[in-house]
């Protein structure tokens, strides 16, 4: 089958109520939507992550200028040599970054392209399902002008547990102090039952973030994200066993040759590649493979619309735990809550959860269809 058209769909809009991480401010929430066509008319559907405050075009000029040209009147099941050809070609743009962010939107439509043509989902292509349901921890808490804090964050926690979340990320990074009193409120109000992670969005040096690792050890977090900035290496592998708590970063790592760096320094007990920006299905089966090699855990960053979550529900029914066993450590999901208008609608609300766990789709690709009156609504180029 043929690839007949490639498009880019920037979609973006703003928000009702701006929320702020460690970086700053979001005002809008923004995606680059990747749609392949083949020559019978059928598409698969891809996304490009976009952080809160990266603008989403730069993935749509790639894919415009650079990867769509290449792509026109290929095989459609030459996935992974375009992928290679793709990456060898943007290779002078940067490794990793923009050029890799693009490519994996461009992957993922690929592989719901193929799995639409073969009536399979990507996840029966890559390998097949080690689950049917996966865990979800609820990530939010965002800061909000005029809130008061932790006393917003501990409402926003019943939310969620009477949603069925049994595990949660903090959103940190607001200062030292501020961040280990915080997440002691947290965890006071409720209690020890419930999985407690934190993620700093890279907002400290080693020898702060080794005091807060060191403070905060009776609070029993699951895992600290993000401590550091992602080309510290060698910072996260000085944290690292400092404490119980397990230390974790990737969504800004790029692709095997870097996450194969990071494997043999032993950085981290926990890698977070995302889907849409670490190279979609096909090059994150390979960091799968390598972080396998190392015994170490794969618990993937997703951060988007409902095009990158369910694409994600597909990735993460592949990975093997590590190792398997009689009661193995599970790979979660990491399931946003915060405000986004086109998460569930944009796929027909195509992703289920129940009782703390989201299903993964059966359906052929990704498992969802996209709703192209939200994709036309929200479509800003």
Not at 300 to 318: N, R, Y
Request: charged residues 20%.
């Amino acid at each position: 089958m043929k690839i007949r058209e490639v498009k880019a769909h920037i979609i973006q809009a703003p928000l009702e109520e701006p929320f702020a991480f460690s970086q700053g401010w979001v005002y809008n929430r923004s995606s680059m939507i990747v749609e392949v066509i083949c020559a019978d008319g059928e598409s698969g559907f891809g996304e490009c992550l976009c952080h809160g405050m990266q603008p989403p075009q730069i993935a749509a000029a790639f894919i415009q200028n650079c990867f769509a040209p290449r792509m026109v009147g290929r095989d459609l099941f030459d996935v992974e040599v375009l992928w290679e050809e793709l990456y060898n070609i943007s290779r002078p743009f940067g490794q990793q970054g923009a050029a890799v962010n693009a490519l994996s939107g461009v992957d993922i439509a690929l592989w719901d392209a193929i799995g639409k043509q073969l009536g399979q989902p990507v996840c029966n292509l890559i390998g097949g399902k080690f689950r049917d349901k996966v865990q979800a921890y609820a990530t939010g808490f965002y800061r909000k002008q005029g809130r008061s804090y932790p006393e917003e964050a501990i409402r926003e926690v019943a939310g969620y547990i009477e949603k069925g979340f049994r595990g949660m990320k903090l959103k940190t990074g607001f200062g030292a102090q501020e961040d280990i009193g915080y997440i002691r409120a947290v965890r006071e109000a409720v209690g020890n039952e419930i999985l407690l992670m934190a993620d700093f969005n890279c907002a400290y040096n080693q020898a702060v973030a080794r005091r807060i690792l060191l403070e905060l050890q009776e609070s029993r977090l699951e895992f600290f994200e993000e401590l550091l900035a992602p080309e510290d290496m060698e910072g996260y592998a000085a944290i690292r066993n400092l404490t119980p708590s397990y230390i974790a970063a990737g969504e800004n790592i790029f692709g095997k040759i870097a996450y194969k760096q990071w494997l043999e320094k032993g950085a981290l007990d926990i890698y977070q590649p995302d889907l849409c920006s670490s190279g979609g299905f096909t090059e994150c089966k390979k960091i799968a493979a390598l972080t396998q090699a190392y015994n170490a855990m794969l618990i993937p960053h997703v951060w988007g619309s409902g095009v990158g979550l369910a694409a994600s529900l597909q990735f993460i029914a592949t990975l093997p735990a590590a190792p398997l066993c009689m009661k193995p450590k599970e790979p979660m999901l990491e399931y946003d809550q915060s405000s986004h208008p086109f998460r569930l609608d944009l796929i027909n609300d195509g992703v289920v959860f129940r009782n703390g766990f989201v299903e993964v789709p059966n359906a052929p690709g990704i498992g969802v269809e996209i709703n192209r009156e939200v994709l036309k609504k929200y479509r800003i180029n």
